[in-house]
DNA sequence: TAGGCCATCTGGTCCT
DNA sequence: AGGACCAGATGGCCTA
C-alpha cells in the first residue's frame, strides 16, 4: 500500500525550501541541493545541448519579453516559483496514479500482505485477469463449462476446486503462480483441454514484456 | 555488489 | 498563461 505522504502545498511556501514537502523518503535530489536548472539556464543560457538556437523561439521571446523591466533576481523567482509550482503538480499527480494502482491492486486476486505486485506486475496481471473473466464469461454456457475454460486454461487449476470460482496465487509475485478454479460441475470433466488454444500472449500474467508485449 | 523498483525533479509539448 | 501529460535523468532502498 502506498501511503500519500506528501500533500500537495502552494509553492508560496516552499520558496525558501529546498525539500518542499516531508517525504519520509531520504531522496533528495540534486537540484534541491544546487541551483534549478532553469538557474543555471538564466545563468548560463548556452548550456551544452540545450537551448541552442532558442533565441528567435517565440517561448524564447516571450520569455525575454516578460522579463523586460524586472530585475535578474525577480525572474530567477519568478522561474523558481513556476518550477517549484509545476513539481508539487507533478508529485500529486504521481500520487494520483499510485492510488489508482492501488485501488486496481484491490480488485485484483488477493494475496498475501507482504506480496504487493509492483507496478509493471500489477498492470499485465489486470489486463489478463480481464481477459480471463471476460473469456469465462464468453464461454460461460454449460458446454464450455468444465475445466477446459481459458481461464483454467491460461492459469493453474486450484486442486481444491469447488462449485464457485476462486482465484489464488502464491506469496512471491517474481515466481507467482495464480491458479483458477472454475464455477464447473465436479463431474464435467469431459471436455478436453485440447479443445481451446490458447493465445501466447496470455499465458502468464505476470509474462515478461520482452516475450509477451514487444 | 549489481540490478530492480521507486519517488522525485526537470524540460518539452500539447491543451484549455 | 498556466496546467496536464510525458519521458529522461538521478539517486535511494532493497534483495538475491
Redesign the pocket.
Known sequence: M?LL??EYRDEEEDLTSA???S?T????????QTC???D??LLSPTSPG??QG?ENSPRCR?SRG?AQGKSGETVLKIKKT??????????N???NL?SALDSLREVLPSLPEDAKL????TLRFAYNYIWALSETLRLGDPVHRSASTPAAAILVQDSSSSQSPSWSCSSSPSSSCCSFSPASPASSTSDSIESWQPSELHLNPFMSASSAFI
Open positions: 502506498v505522504k506528501c525539500s518542499p514537502c517525504v523518503s531520504s531522496f533528495r535530489s540534486p537540484a534541491t534549478s536548472s532553469d543555471e539556464q540545450q537551448h532558442e516571450r516578460r513556476r518550477r517549484v509550482k509545476a513539481n508539487n503538480r507533478e508529485r499527480r504521481m500520487h499510485n509492483t507496478k509493471i506486475e
